[in-house]
Each structure stands twice: as structure tokens, then as C-alpha cells.
């Protein structure tokens, strides 16, 4: 039994490895396309990250040790181009420093001022390296750190895997931050909501509301419908509930245009395509995170459809 069991570790090893490094490479190649989109769309310039000294490309698994270092400095001459890269052998090994009357052993990690050191001691008359880079293998992937040598700043620090769920989650949990802390503050905000119900009846309509309140749990604003009524105007009130999936649940009073103007004219009180007033209940269920939500409505006139909804979407340029 311990045998067959040696046997297996054995096999599975490799199997282990292999994913391993897999893993890593598909790490650089979206670090390698993050960067490269980035210094395309201007959110760096390369001019101010370059020349760059590399301070540390080390791996962190005995099988990657041959093959990691050159893998992550193959990416980073790809990003940044060979002539923009120099290489510090000395960054990682200990350091001995000697000056008369002094006698100095580093084998801490490197501080600006001394990769700054370093690089006056070896670039020759090339111009002073401006940042520094870190791109060392975890166990996710790979972890990027870009420090500038003039005053310490970082410039970039982020860790990369194959499907980049770590800067997706990062993301989100930023956003998650500012939006409790906007609650905490009883910050309103804006929110347009896009509601089509078609089966078994029709409701087309599109909101524009202000979230307020302590809670920030209410939402009213203002209506405009296409479909039941044709061509109405409103105003629109829903309370959300956090704790039942975040469901909307609210109605709309409409005015019907068409009849209002032709009353208006007459001075008979006539329903031409709908009555004067319309009201309409609403109940949405958002999808999960995403912009949508199935939506039932409901209204005076006998109506009752299931649709979804479209939520913050901007139509036009000018709308909220």
C-alpha cells in the first residue's frame, strides 16, 4: 500500500509542475497584454518608465527556478524593448561595500537609494535608470512592482493570473468600498432604468431616478412610457430591499399626453388611446451583478406583463 501510494505521488509530481508553470506563463502573457494596452492608451508614457533596471525576476517553486527568470525577462523585453531594460545580477545577492575608513554587507532587500547606487556603478555614461521592477512568481501567477528611483513613488503594483479574478475582485472590492461609504454619507445618486414587459401584456417605459434616504434604500424620480400608455408621463417611486435579493418593488403614475392634449382642446374629459392616469406597479429582480433584471408589471388597465429591465444605461450623450 505504501508503495502504490509513493508510486502515484510520484506521477502526480510532474502533472503538478507542469500546471504549475502553465499557470505562470499564461500569468506573463496577461501582464504582458495588460501593460501593453495600458502604455497604448496612455495611462503610462513609456519615456517615464524607461530606462528601467530589473531588481528581481525570482521564481517561487524549485521546478520554475531554470526556466522563470528568463521567461519574465523575455516578456518584459517585449513590453519594453530591449534597449530599455538593464539587468541587476547584484540586486539580489548580498552586498559588501568598501570605502575608506568603512566597511558595509547588505543582504536585505534593496532600498531606492541603494538600486540607485548599484546602477551608477554599472550603466557607465547611459542615462540613470528612472524606475525600478519587481516581477517576481507566486503561487497565483505573477506579482509586478513598479517603483520610480527619483522619489520612491510607486508607479504600479499588481498582482496578474491566468483569468486576472485577482484584479477583478480587486476592482470589485473597491467598488463595493466607495458604494458603502457613499451610503454611509446619504449620498444620492442617479439611476435609468429601461423597462420592457411583453408577455401577456405590454409595458415599455424608461425612468430616471435619484437614490436617497438614510439607507439610501429609496429610489423616485421621474417616467416617460411608450406602450401602456402610449406616450405618457410620469412620476415613479420604488423601495429596495437588500436583504430579498436587492428587488425593486415600487409603481408609476403616467399622464397620457394624447388624452390630456385633447381634452385640453375639446374641454371634454374624452380618453382618446388610454385614460388621463395610468398606474403601474413594478417589481425587479436584478441579475445577479449585472445590468439586467426580470421585471413584472402590472397596471390599471388591465395589463400584466414579465420582461426585463436594462439598468443604467446611458442612451444619449446629455441623459443622466
Known amino acids: 500500500m505504501l508503495l502504490a501510494r509513493l508510486v502515484l505521488l510520484a506521477a502526480l509530481l510532474p502533472m503538478t509542475a507542469f500546471a504549475q508553470r502553465e499557470t505562470t506563463r499564461e500569468a506573463l502573457s496577461r501582464f504582458e497584454e495588460t501593460l501593453a494596452m495600458r502604455l497604448e492608451d496612455g495611462a503610462f508614457v513609456a519615456k517615464d518608465l524607461t530606462p528601467t533596471i530589473i531588481v528581481s525576476v525570482t521564481p517561487a ?30 540586486c539580489m545577492a548580498p552586498r559588501l561595500y568598501v ?16 538600486i540607485t547606487r548599484l546602477d551608477e556603478q554599472s550603466r557607465g555614461s547611459a542615462t540613470p535608470a528612472r524606475t525600478a521592477i519587481w516581477l517576481d512568481e507566486t503561487v497565483e501567477g505573477v506579482s509586478l512592482r513598479i517603483i520610480d528611483l527619483k522619489n520612491g513613488r510607486i ?30 454619507r446619504g449620498d444620492s445618486l442617479t439611476h435609468t432604468f429601461i423597462d420592457v414587459t411583453m408577455y401577456p ?6 425612468d430616471w431616478t435619484e437614490q436617497w434616504g438614510d439607507t439610501n434604500a429609496n429610489l423616485s424620480g421621474v417616467s416617460m412610457s411608450f406602450f401602456d400608455p402610449v406616450l405618457g408621463v410620469g412620476a415613479a417611486y420604488y423601495r429596495v430591499v437588500p436583504r430579498a435579493l436587492n428587488i425593486m418593488v415600487g409603481a408609476k403614475v403616467l399622464l397620457s399626453v394624447p388624452t390630456a392634449v385633447f381634452s385640453g382642446i375639446t ?15 413594478m417589481v425587479r429582480v436584478p441579475i445577479l451583478r449585472s445590468n439586467y433584471a426580470v421585471t413584472l408589471s402590472a397596471s390599471t388597465n388591465g395589463r400584466i406583463g414579465v420582461g426585463f429591465s436594462l439598468m443604467n444605461l446611458t442612451l444619449l450623450p446629455f441623459l443622466p
Open 61 to 90: 517553486f524549485e521546478e520554475s527556478r531554470a526556466w522563470y527568470p528568463t521567461e519574465a525577462l523575455a516578456t518584459l523585453v517585449r513590453v519594453f524593448g530591449a534597449a530599455s531594460l538593464r539587468s541587476c545580477e547584484a
Open 99 to 114: 570605502e575608506q575608513g568603512k566597511l558595509e554587507h547588505f543582504t536585505t532587500n534593496l532600498g531606492t537609494a541603494e
Open 155 to 184: 508607479v504600479l503594483a499588481e498582482n496578474f493570473d491566468p483569468s486576472l479574478t485577482e484584479a477583478a475582485r480587486t476592482r470589485g472590492n473597491f467598488a463595493l468600498a466607495r458604494e458603502l461609504d457613499r451610503r454611509a
Open 201 to 206: 401584456g405590454q409595458h415599455v417605459s424608461l
Open 267 to 281: 374641454g371634454e374629459s374624452q380618453q382618446i388611446i388610454d385614460p388621463l392616469l395610468t398606474g403601474v406597479l
